[in-house]
């Protein structure tokens, strides 16, 4: 399972991160964008067709229940929390906003460690906010595995750096690692 978080300057950051990925990824993929208004993508179903075009694997908003399908990257919808559940169902939540966002990225991370264990995989990226920093603890005290976008190449560094604050600098890579490391985890999948 794999997790990702973004804040200002990750539309770029993500089209890089999973460009290289095919439509026969093996693994769903579960996103929270912090969407900004600068970066042109607007929100909810804008995002998805901008995202989409962009990258081989399919985009989708989020919905309540759904179950989760290979290869298809599960966009938070604006103004919802997204979770993933026990039975790798999703759900959506309209809770009170963590670190003045919603969708948070410490809320994905949260419910995906208590579902996925070290099964469990975050990825931070860049963005203006600290938020993904307390998740990323959840998944690494569950075994998961955390992986951060260096600070030093993303456009705003305070996501990563929060994230690094509370674990390992050995997490840091750049954009390129992090799709070799993608492509690592599909090859570790039964059947690749």
């Not at 042109?40 to 995002?47: A, C, E, R, Y």
């Not at 989409?52 to 309540?64: E, F, M, N, T, Y």
């Not at 603890?137 to 990563?160: K, L, S, W």
Request: proline share 6%; glycine share 10%; charged share 20%.
């Amino acid at each position: 399972m794999i997790a990702i978080g973004a804040s200002a300057g990750g539309s770029q950051a993500l089209v890089k991160l999973l460009g290289d990925l095919s439509a026969s990824y093996p693994l769903p993929i579960l996103l929270v964008k912090h969407h900004s208004a600068r970066e042109g993508q607007g929100t909810g179903k804008d995002m998805v067709s901008w995202l989409g075009s962009r990258i081989a694997l399919d985009v989708q908003l989020a919905d309540d229940k759904c179950l989760l399908s290979p290869g298809t990257v599960y966009v938070a919808p604006p103004d919802y929390h997204l979770l993933l559940n026990r039975d790798g169902s999703l759900s959506l939540s309209q809770d009170e906003p963590v670190i003045h966002a919603r969708p948070s990225v410490d809320v994905l991370f949260e419910s995906v460690a208590d579902a996925a264990g070290s099964q469990a995989t975050g990825i931070i990226l860049t963005g203006a906010s600290t938020d993904g920093a307390v998740g990323a603890q959840a998944i690494r005290r569950g075994d998961g595995q955390v992986m951060i976008q260096h600070p030093e190449t993303a456009e705003v560094p305070v996501m990563p750096k929060a994230a690094l604050k509370k674990g390992d600098s050995s997490e840091a890579m750049e954009l390129e690692c992090l799709t070799a490391r993608l492509l690592d985890l599909a090859r570790k999948e039964p059947g690749q």
